[in-house]
């Protein structure tokens, strides 16, 4: 484990914007950042980009951001956090959020503000804590990664929201109709610790984030009082199943039961090794990880990475004096 960065409270925090993601709020957001920062006597430099910029400009204020011993701030949804945390834990420097995606699970759990004037505020008094994640190939994920239907989800829910605007319910719609037509099926080579075994599956899904996974019902056992949390993610296999049986699966998601159907296996692991079976996969396979969506060449390695990411969040005693944003209560 590396040290817990120091931070210089006089240095520029370095703020990353991905200017595409709603360019329209571009503006706003510089406001409230500024405005929140001028009345704390505190400095910042700001970073617009469009998405193709984003992954450079992320590693360049990292660097900045560790010479000068500050923070560097992902300003955006799931997809924008991911590429700067993954520069953040290059480099190890401290990384800031100020949340602005429709779930939020990785703000949430963490008990980062929804609303981008309180988020900043946390910023300017929050201390660096150690936060696990976890690793697909050379990729850092905060929240899932995953093959197979979920990533075609994740396609169809951009398109419907591309057409009928970001809300949870437009996302809950496109899920509905990407699982329905569902007829793709995976077969894996799975190696786990000593257990290697061929599996046939319409979708892999890890899981690093527990209140994403409490609120479908398949999160992983709590330890006893007192005791750590195991560092382990969580693998959700879905099989095979017809069109009556999935949509009694998506019941059992939105009742939070999903761990209970028999057609869904549950396992926690720190590393897994994942070949596709079928020869035409050998050109790369379809992969989603913290709701960005790309191609990788086999094997998949996935596993919990021994080198936490440092994030910026609110001390214990800040939540029991402020309130806490987490009601779930939920860790990474």
């Not at 709020?25 to 505190?42: F, K, M, N, P, T």
């Not at 953040?88 to 959020?97: F, P």
């Not at 976890?134 to 057409?163: C, H, M, Q, T, W």
Request: aromatic content about 6%; hydrophobic content about 45%; proline content about 7%.
């Amino acid at each position: 484990m590396t040290t817990c960065p120091e931070l210089d409270p006089a240095a520029p925090m370095q703020f990353v914007i991905n200017a595409a993601a709603g360019s329209s709020g571009a503006d706003a957001r510089r406001d409230v950042i500024e405005s929140v920062l001028q009345a704390r006597g505190r400095r910042g430099e700001l970073h617009f980009c469009g998405p193709a910029e984003l992954a450079r400009v992320a590693h360049e204020a990292a660097a900045r951001a560790l010479s000068t011993r500050t923070a560097v701030v992902a300003v955006g949804g799931d997809g924008t956090i991911n590429t700067v945390a993954q520069a953040a834990h290059a480099a190890g420097c401290a990384l800031g959020v100020v949340p602005q995606g429709t779930f939020n699970y990785f703000a949430r759990t963490h008990g980062i503000p929804a609303d981008p004037a309180e988020a900043v505020r946390l910023l300017l008094h929050a201390a660096p804590a150690p936060v696990q994640v976890a690793g697909i190939n050379d990729r850092v994920f905060l929240v899932n990664a995953s093959l197979g239907l979920y990533p075609d989800l994740l396609e169809d829910r951009e398109a419907y929201k591309a057409r009928f605007g970001r809300s949870r319910w437009v996302a809950f719609c496109a899920a509905a109709a990407t699982l329905l037509r569902a007829q793709r099926q995976l077969r894996l080579h799975i190696e786990h610790g000593t257990s290697v075994r061929t599996v046939r599956a319409l979708t892999l899904f890890v899981g690093n984030n527990r209140l994403q996974l409490e609120q479908v019902g398949v999160q992983p056992p709590s330890p006893p009082g007192g005791t750590p949390a195991p560092a382990c993610v969580t693998a959700v296999m879905l099989r095979p199943v017809g069109t009556l049986s999935m949509i009694g699966l998506m019941l059992r998601g939105a009742m939070g039961t999903l761990g209970e159907a028999q057609s869904v296996e549950r396992f926690e692991f720190r590393h897994l090794l994942v070949k596709p079976t079928l020869p035409q996969r050998r050109r790369g396979m379809k992969v989603a990880f913290d709701g960005e969506v790309t191609t990788m060449r086999a094997p998949l390695d996935f596993r919990v990475l021994a080198r936490p990411l440092y994030l910026l969040k609110p001390q214990p005693d800040e939540s029991a004096t402020e309130g806490a944003h987490d009601p779930e209560g939920a860790g990474g």
